[in-house]
């Protein structure tokens, strides 16, 4: 199994294929507007506009598990992305990463790459790096920032 065999809802409730994604190199990210890590946004979206014509595409799945810091709707999130670190990338519809109700997809990036806590996730913005294969290939906590994978990502592309 890979990545890019799962379906995952967009911010708008549309399903969407990850098998579209085959062939690009992914960065799937928990991510939370009301977050001392939120700042991420603007690192994330740096790493958009440098490599998304080389192949890589970030998706970010807002989640409120985490001290109810991502308590809006989907057009909320979309809004506070765009006036405030003008994201370009996909938001997809808010999910739970931890639990019983975890989003497939999550779970099995976790089943994936264990990270500190085992396979749960430990706080917003952790990222998940996934090769052109759709295998999972990095795990990396919320202190890491965007631009620190920089090297991961160009031995991907």
Not at 17 to 35: E, F, P, R, Y
Not at 143 to 154: D, F, R, S, T
Request: with cysteine; proline share 4%.
């Amino acid at each position: 199994m890979t990545v890019t065999e799962f379906q995952v809802k967009q911010a708008d409730g549309s399903i969407q294929d990850l098998s579209a994604h085959k062939g690009k190199v992914l960065l799937i990210v928990n991510t939370a507007s009301k977050c001392g890590f939120t700042p991420q946004y603007e690192g994330l979206e740096k790493l958009h506009q440098e490599y998304k014509d080389q192949g890589l595409e970030i998706l970010a799945f807002p989640c409120n598990q985490f001290g109810n810091q991502e308590p809006g709707d989907a057009d909320e999130i979309k809004n506070f992305c765009s006036l405030n670190y003008d994201v370009s990338f996909p938001l997809m519809e808010k999910v739970d990463v931890n639990g019983d109700d975890a989003d497939p997809l999550w779970k099995y990036l976790k089943s994936e790459k264990s990270g500190l806590l085992g396979s749960r996730i430990k706080w917003n913005f952790t990222k998940f790096l996934v090769d052109r294969d759709g295998n999972v290939v990095g795990r990396y906590g919320p202190a890491v920032k965007p631009e620190q994978l920089k090297n991961e990502i160009q031995a991907l592309l």
